[in-house]
């Protein structure tokens, strides 16, 4: 999957990106969301950060993750400027400066969930640290997939702590998934 991705040009990653952004926005569900907790992209993951500046300029209340060094456990913490409340964090990815507010995550109401891979039911195969299951364990709200087109795959193998997300974002599709699906 990796290498899938990794073929893909830094024009193709970025013009899906812009692509993914258009199609998050136009969605019921992101107009809807009081609050949005961002991922800061890695080099080959789909960038949302465009995103995050207009969240903002909405007056969304916008989060990241960070890590807390004792816990080794991500928190939430709200940020209200992309450029000056950020830092680089421990895995060498842009998180939350230590003052800034933390925010529960049982309180966001929309969650981007980066991944390697995700299936159609869902599912998402991360990076093996565990660090998302964690997040999506305690979310109440909408957690959404973000993805390439290349990474969507057939069936993604679960383990029991695997959480699942409840809608997919790829540049050229939105989708419902899980439980919620039939909701929707």
């Not at 995050?52 to 300029?57: D, F, G, P, T, V």
């Not at 933390?102 to 990076?127: E, H, K, M």
Request: positive net charge.
């Amino acid at each position: 999957m990796r290498a899938r991705v990794s073929d893909l040009t830094a024009a193709t990653r970025t013009a899906a990106s812009l692509a993914a952004c258009k199609l998050l926005s136009l969605q019921e569900t992101w107009h809807d969301a009081a609050s949005v907790l961002f991922y800061a992209p890695l080099p080959k993951e789909l960038d949302v950060w465009p995103l995050l500046k207009e969240a903002l300029s909405q007056g969304k209340l916008v989060a990241l993750p960070r890590l807390v060094a004792e816990t080794g456990q991500y928190e939430a913490r709200q940020i209200r400027n992309g450029d000056l409340d950020l830092q680089v964090g421990q895995f060498g990815i842009r998180e939350p400066i230590e003052t800034c507010a933390r925010i529960p995550i049982n309180r966001l109401d929309l969650v981007l969930v980066p991944g390697v891979a995700f299936d159609q039911r869902g599912r998402r195969l991360g990076r093996g640290k565990g660090f998302y299951d964690r997040i999506l364990a305690t979310v109440r709200g909408t957690t959404c997939g973000v993805a390439f087109d290349e990474q969507i795959v057939r069936e993604i193998p679960v383990e029991p702590h695997d959480q699942f997300v409840n809608c997919i974002l790829t540049p050229s599709r939105w989708f419902a998934v899980g439980p919620r699906a039939a909701l929707e």
